[in-house]
């Protein structure tokens, strides 16, 4: 009997758990424009919970989401997705290299088909060497960005620059590859997107 129970008790908190995770993803769906809430989840076969209705006798509805979860032209996240929104840059350098000129020729047609569109780049540095090193560097790296657009057709206007030096790592490990990520050129959209 002391078992029965046991397994009685445990799926009817099974049940509750459910329950609670789909009022929770429903509330979680609704506040999110665009977004349907969630269907219950389907519990064909499990008992129902002792003083409970089943679950397969309420009426539930079945949404879809959009077949399309394609960024929207023109937006900061088809600017992240189709373009890039970070170069790389050497230890102690500033020079644009070869491997960054793509992204930069895809930024500058991109800003080129939305002229709204207005941005800042943003010169990092590693952690090695000290602070005022690294901001002056951080600086040289935003310009050379920034001349580099410029040179492709990007209005000079359109353009700020801001040096973070060694201020905004994305990565702390304190080692090469680290390093490597942290002396980047990152551009961000500032406004007119959609």
Known sequence: ??????????????????????????????????????????????????????????????????????????????????????????TDQHEVRSDAQPILDAQARWLTQYPQVSIRIEGNADERGTREYNFALGARRAESVRAYLVSRGVSAGRVETVSYGKERPIDISGNEEAWAKNRNGHTAITGGAR
């Open 1 to 90: 009997m002391r078992s029965h129970l046991k397994t009685v008790s445990h799926l009817a908190l099974a049940a509750l758990a459910a329950a609670a995770l789909t009022a929770c993803a429903t509330k979680k769906t609704a506040s999110i424009p665009n977004v349907p809430p969630m269907a219950a989840p389907s519990s064909a076969g499990a008992p129902a919970a002792p003083g409970r209705a089943s679950p397969n006798n309420s009426a539930t509805t079945s949404t879809t989401l959009p077949a399309s979860t394609a960024p929207i032209p023109g937006s900061v996240q088809d600017f992240l997705v189709n373009v890039g929104d970070r170069v790389y840059f050497d």
